[in-house]
């Protein structure tokens, strides 16, 4: 028996929070969109009357501005981009208990169990619209129906804004095998080219294609786009988690201006650790490894990492261990643009820790010094007091926007 499968897509999402909370820009092209000074000076996201001037996310601002020079561009929140994803997706836990997240603005629920309590997909789809345009206050929905992750991703792209979109095995040839072959997913634009040198442009075209062919351009990839095009995708959907288990903590930052000096980058990696170790503390962590990512201005990565001798959230411990691995993977040749610092090996504060005969004393005196930042920033604000290897330094962002950058995880 088919299962049934419906893909969920909040419309416009971070451009729709924002006129919600915001009701005065609601009649106005409105983009979501970086800073340019910080190097994040692209459109993340717009509300339908942008995309009508033909705005598109990517678009760098003065680009949009140009296509609708009364365009109101506003910074990402996404506190607030959360909160309202938290509260779609506890609407759609009330239909079923598999519900796959696909970032904080599409899941996947597999509804075959359902059918008996909710009715048939279509019916479960349009109560789903419903629910979620009330408990949010006005957020619209498109949702694909079908018999497989594939096509009912397929299905919500199809119909935009709040609609749904029914693909079956008796209509899936129809409505989709003359779409583009790179609207189907694990087709991307290298992908997509290759395919097109093949002569396949279309879902249909792929589907018809030699398997053998497939599988000698792309590999088991191949395989799975042709069975993808075809409808025999059996992919299912994962049981929905509210709180997965936290298995590192990270920060990365894309500075303002390229990194050439050491001092320069230990200063970035000491406010980095800050970051990540503030976090460690709230969710109640100490770490027993650190990993270094760095991209440079090539665009080049390199990851690296290094066990502690003893699991900690002392930032002093932590960043010289992380600059440790920064110093000898970086030569300077290539200035430096972003760089990632994450802590793993996670343990409980409460728990036991392996004590060292030299250095426990040191570390228990800097992690209550840690604590007491903490309580000084909770009363005062981030900003009363910092450290002095990062005053000044203008490739930094200000420090109270420092958690405004990174969005959600997917």
Known sequence: MDRLILHCDLNNFYASVECLNHPEWRDRPLAVAGSTEKRHGVVLAKNEIAKSFGIKTGDVIWQA????????VVPPHFDEYMRFSKIAFDVYSNYTCYVEPFGADECWLDCTGSVKLFGSGEEIAHKIREDIYKTTGGLTVSVGVSFNK??????SDLKKPDAVTVIT??????KLWNLPASDMMMV???TAEKLKKLNIHTIGELAEADVNILKAHFGINGVKLHANARGENSDGVREYVKS???ESVGHGMTAMRDITTYEDAKALVYFLCEMVTSRMRKYGFRGGAVSVNLRGSDLKHITRQHKLPVPTYATRVIAESAFALLKDNWTRRVPLR????????????DGAVQTSMFDDE?????EALERAMDTIRAKYGHDSISRANVLGKDFIYDKTEAEDFLPFQR
């Open 65 to 72: 501005r140009q296509k609708a020079p009364e365009l109101t």
């Open 150 to 155: 594939i096509f009912a991703k397929l299905g």
């Open 169 to 174: 095995r008796d209509n899936f040839k129809e």
């Open 188 to 190: 991307g634009r290298s």
């Open 244 to 246: 997965r288990k936290v």
């Open 338 to 349: 972003t760089v990632t610092v994450s802590v793993f090996d996670l343990t409980p504060i």
């Open 362 to 366: 040191m570390r228990t005196k800097e």
